[in-house]
């Protein structure tokens, strides 16, 4: 089923961009990557994810008004929050959001593909 999942990689570092996009790539996945908030909501009105992977720190619109703004778009996309830093306020927030889980950086592939095949 993987190879029919449309998944969405939201995140400012050109770093975890490519080689999470890489690592899903060559396991069959269909990828979309951007490099901001406001690019990732408007890749979700036009095409419909079933996961996204969101930085929650960003420059301009943040993670999580990301994940409000695709959720309003598209309320069955299935949304993971990753960041490298995490304060309690972001973490209430992100929680009362019911992000499907919170990856931090630096990302376990491992363990993300281990939850994809779940999915």
């Known amino acids: 089923m993987q190879d029919q999942l449309n ?4 995140d400012d570092e050109p770093g975890i961009r490519v080689t999470l ?4 790539e060559d ?3 269909n990828v979309v990557v ?3 908030g406001e ?10 994810f079933d996961i996204a992977f969101i930085d ?10 990301t994940f ?13 929050f990753m960041t490298a830093f995490l304060d309690e306020d972001t973490l209430n927030e992100a929680n009362k959001l019911k992000a499907q889980e ?13 939850i994809l095949s779940t999915i």
């Open 27 to 29: 396991d069959g996945y």
């Open 102 to 114: 919170i990856l931090y950086k630096p990302l376990d592939v491992d363990l993300i593909l281990k």
């Open 39 to 48: 690019k990732g909501i408007t890749a979700a009105e036009k095409k419909n």
């Open 34 to 36: 951007t490099e901001d």
């Open 68 to 80: 409000k703004e695709i959720k309003k778009i598209s309320p069955n996309t299935i949304i993971f």
């Open 56 to 65: 929650m720190r960003m420059p301009g619109i943040n993670g999580i008004k």
């Open 21 to 24: 996009a890489g690592i899903l």
């Open 7 to 10: 998944i969405l990689i939201v």
